[in-house]
């Protein structure tokens, strides 16, 4: 069962050795969810039989037909064993209707496991006799099923982690997606974890660098260690690669390292926002200028600081003085409440990132 975590595909043979176990005619997992009266079965993994029989179960024991999905008979308790026979929400006539649906599906009487994962969730583990089969759960399946129920709850924890984990960075990675900041998390070694769509065409455009069978690729040796130091920290935040062309430089900014802790599961991943001048600004001059009030010139160095330029490189990109853009940089720096520029960039990128 810990080994079907996180692999669908594996739950078949998982609940066909269980269903073999017990010498039932089904054996299903299931997550439901509250929806006013009713509980949905949103996930349904079945062993093999049940998977070529789905869309006859579906269509009435997988359903609000069936007395089972009323909302008065979810777990009371954080985990129960329970059987059709024996619930205290069914009446003499839920009964009925269960026999003959079930008998529709070519199933006999059910039992299961149940564990709330929480409030208005639960997983469930249900079996299912032989057609015509209406007995009640046995001694030693009652007992069979209390050895298996604390790993069965381990596990419906772990998959409600998992699902929470990936609803997040589904909400994530839909918004790095949506902004025009290239945005890339790689390791150590240049290996590529995450890039957003930014990233790809940024990386598609410039002569020397690009995305090769999952790695960060450089055209130089120079260029390689440069990153690896940046990414190290050894030399600050941000470096420089030139290109063919003025505007094909490529500017780097670490925007965070992540130090992962040798005593954990873990990688030590670096996030890099990643502009070149051809391609900036990166981000709207004007929402940040709405955002921080700030005028649109200091609004306009400030992305382009946050795609990965240097204030002197922003100078000569916009024609103006040095000093005239340090003392932009100032005033954005008042205006937003930090002392550096590393701050400036870091509060600018958290504050799109919560709108």
Not at 219 to 233: H, K
């Amino acid at each position: 069962m810990y080994a079907a975590v996180g692999e669908d595909a594996r739950w078949t043979d998982v609940l066909d050795t269980i269903k073999n176990r017990l010498g039932v005619a089904s054996a299903v997992f299931q997550r439901l969810v509250a929806n006013k009266d009713d509980l949905i079965p949103v996930v349904s993994l079945r062993d093999t039989w049940s998977t070529l029989e789905a869309t006859r179960h579906d269509e009435w024991a997988n359903s609000r037909h069936n007395p089972r999905f009323r909302r008065d008979t979810e777990p009371s308790a954080l985990q129960e064993i329970d059987s059709d026979h024996r619930n205290p929400h069914f009446t003499a006539a839920d009964r009925e209707v269960l026999q003959r649906g079930l008998t529709m599906c070519g199933l006999g009487a059910g039992f299961w496991i149940g564990c709330k994962t929480a409030p208005g969730e639960h997983t469930t583990m249900i079996f299912h006799r032989h057609i015509g089969d209406g007995r009640d759960i046995t001694l030693a399946e009652d007992e069979f099923l209390g050895q298996l129920q604390p790993h069965f709850r381990q596990i419906s924890r772990l998959l409600t982690s998992i699902a929470g984990y990936e609803a997040r960075l589904s909400v994530t990675e839909s918004f790095m997606n949506t902004t025009s900041l290239a945005l890339i998390t790689c390791d150590q070694d240049l290996g590529v974890h995450w890039m957003n769509t930014a990233a790809e065409r940024l990386l598609r455009t410039l002569p020397q660098a690009c995305f090769v069978q999952g790695r960060l690729g450089f055209r130089s040796i120079e260029a390689t260690a440069m990153v690896r130091n940046l990414i190290d920290g050894q030399h600050g935040d941000t470096c420089r690669i030139g290109g063919e062309m003025p505007a094909d430089v490529l500017h780097l900014r670490v925007l965070k390292r992540d130090a992962a802790d040798q005593r954990r599961w873990g990688r030590n991943l670096t996030l890099i926002a990643l502009c070149s001048p051809g391609t900036a600004p990166q981000i709207e001059a004007g929402e940040v200028a709405d955002l921080f009030g700030l005028t649109m010139a200091e609004a306009t160095l400030t992305t382009h600081l946050v795609g990965g330029m240097t204030v002197k490189d922003f100078a000569a990109y916009r024609g103006i003085a040095e000093g005239t853009a340090r003392m932009q940089l100032k005033s954005a720096l008042s205006k937003t409440g930090v002392g550096r520029q590393a701050d400036l960039v870091r509060q600018v990128c958290q504050s799109l990132a919560r709108l």
